[in-house]
């Protein structure tokens, strides 16, 4: 029944796809590409690594050199040019979120998910409008500024009911502050559906191709679902795109297929929307590795699990590949992996993190909700998180300046791509995080913050900046709220 009303409801804009008789992800020639590279040379290495330098987005035959190195002191010299590439781009900082969860009813049913239809053991909710304003006080009562919501694909969320739901988000206000950047992970949907997302003021508009490669793609999600139809989520965000959401983020889940072929997967995707979109790329690239998940065999033994080795080597691709494009690193990882992966190139990262549906409220007496999408590997809060953020050399902002100034898309790209970001996002990562220990920090988080603040301003130190940085930080203590250039 479910499936019939998907199919029926979108069936005009699946003619679109249903004729085309490729699309931009040709699982031969990526192949053949990777095998062309296997085992290159330190100077192949090194001359893509020459062009990465001058930060200039690759070719897949250069990604495929840098995933198919296996050189220790090259791959060495690739992490140190990934952070070096990070630092200058987005400055010292990560930008921390917390996703929020609305509904795990879903219609679709896929292999790996927790969410899929036939999984008995899932206890379904969706949210209220009461019970979400309740999660989302919590979650600004922690310190967050920025989430993204999430949703099961079924007809009770349809796009009104999504819509409603941000304008909820965004209405609640708490003593000290209100969520200012709702992002949004759903199912694909219409050019008209995403055209009402674009006038409630969604922030990036996530979905996660999950594999890039056909067959598998196949395999792992039904035919008779909407889910398993490739084209209707490979395009879904040319159509969002076309409705004027110029802010998207692409993903793939890392352990249905060989890693070495999302990343390329993941490159041609880029590089079809840069060049179809004015150069405007996918915002952020997310690579969540599958999380066992409760009543889901499958997630137990993904096929092709990344090792952490693997998976530090693709972050590090990544970033020297898509210089431009924010990588998110969620809180699935562990501790101990998210502090190696983050100086690879991440800029931004998930704190406080709590994924069942009403995950927020039962945490609040430490009531861990025991049915899930799928286990977290980081469960501290997120002032835990964002005090070990601040021992790894970077400030931690919570910044939502850039999408509120319509620094967005091809605006967004421009200022990127001159280092501008450098000059906007630095001061006002300095405000949110100043913001933050004024209001939510402990005293133990307060002495290491107020430290990093201190050494980020003397950097300014001599430029024209350096007095209205240190202006904002007094209004900010003397009470004044959401300063930011
Ligand atoms: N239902 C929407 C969809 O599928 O696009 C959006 C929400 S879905 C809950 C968000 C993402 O969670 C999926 O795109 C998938 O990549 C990820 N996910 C699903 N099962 C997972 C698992 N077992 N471990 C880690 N991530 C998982
Ligand atoms: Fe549903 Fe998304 Fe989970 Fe698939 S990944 S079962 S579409 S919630």
Redesign the pocket.
């Given at each position: 029944m479910m499936k019939l009303n998907f199919f029926e409801k979108y069936s005009q804009d699946l003619v679109e796809y249903d004729k085309m008789d490729k699309d931009f992800i040709d699982d031969a020639k990526i192949w053949s590409q990777l095998s062309k590279w296997e085992n290159p040379k330190q100077a192949d290495v090194r001359r893509v690594l020459k062009k990465a330098e001058q930060k200039i987005r690759l070719e897949p035959e250069e990604t495929a050199i840098l995933i198919q190195n296996q050189d220790n002191e090259t791959i060495q010299e690739m992490y140190i040019l990934a952070n070096k590439l990070k630092r200058e781009i987005y400055g010292d900082r990560i930008v921390f979120f917390a996703p929020l969860y609305i509904s795990d009813k879903?219609a679709?049913n896929?292999k790996?998910?927790?969410?899929r239809s036939s999984n008995n053991e899932m206890v379904r909710k969706t949210l209220t409008m009461e019970e979400i304003a309740q999660e989302v006080k919590i979650m600004i009562e922690e310190g967050q500024k920025r989430t993204v919501l999430?949703?099961?694909?079924s007809p009770e969320t349809n796009i009104d009911f999504m819509c409603e739901t941000i304008k909820k988000v965004y209405s609640v206000k708490s003593q000290h502050g209100e969520i200012r950047r709702a992002n949004i992970?759903?199912?694909p949907l219409s050019r008209e559906e995403l055209a009402k997302f674009r006038q409630v003021g969604i922030g990036t508009y996530q979905?996660?191709q999950?594999t890039y490669h056909h067959e598998t793609y196949k395999r792992v999600h039904p035919e008779n679902t909407i889910?398993g139809h490739y084209r209707w989520r490979l395009y879904s965000h040319d159509r969002a795109q076309d409705a004027g959401i110029d802010d998207v983020g692409i993903?793939a889940?890392f352990g249905l297929y060989d890693w070495r072929f999302e990343v390329m997967g993941l490159l041609y995707h880029s590089i079809h929307l840069e060049e179809k979109y004015n150069g405007v790329g996918p915002h952020t690239i997310s690579f969540?590795?599958?999380?066992?998940?409760t009543g889901?065999p499958y997630?137990d033994y993904p096929e092709y699990a990344v090792g952490d080795e693997d998976f530090k080597k693709m972050v590090a691709v990544l970033r020297l590949s898509v210089p431009y494009t924010g990588l998110i690193l969620t809180a699935?990882e562990k501790p101990e992996v998210r502090r190696e992966v983050i100086p690879l190139g991440i800029s931004q990262i998930d704190g406080g993190t709590r994924i069942g549906v009403g995950g927020y409220s039962k945490a609040i007496g430490n009531e861990l909700p025991d049915r899930e999408?799928?286990q977290l590997g980081d469960l501290r809060s997120l002032d835990d998180i964002v005090r070990d953020n601040c021992t790894m050399d970077s400030i931690p902002s919570f910044c939502t300046a850039c999408y509120r100034t319509g620094r967005t898309g091809e605006s967004f790209m421009g200022y990127a791509k001159s280092s501008f970001v450098h000059n906007f996002c630095m001061p006002n990562a300095i405000f949110t995080f100043k913001e933050y220990l004024l209001d939510y920090a402990t005293e133990e988080t307060k002495k290491v913050g107020e430290k990093i603040i201190n050494d980020y301003v003397l950097r300014f130190k001599g430029e024209a900046l350096y007095a209205t940085i240190k202006d904002y930080l007094k209004r900010l203590e003397n009470g004044e709220r959401d300063l930011y250039i």
């Open positions: 879903c679709n896929c790996y998910c927790g969410f999430v949703y099961g694909e992970n759903c199912a979905v996660f999950e889910k993903g889940l969540p590795r599958i999380e066992p998940a889901t997630a699935r999408q799928f």
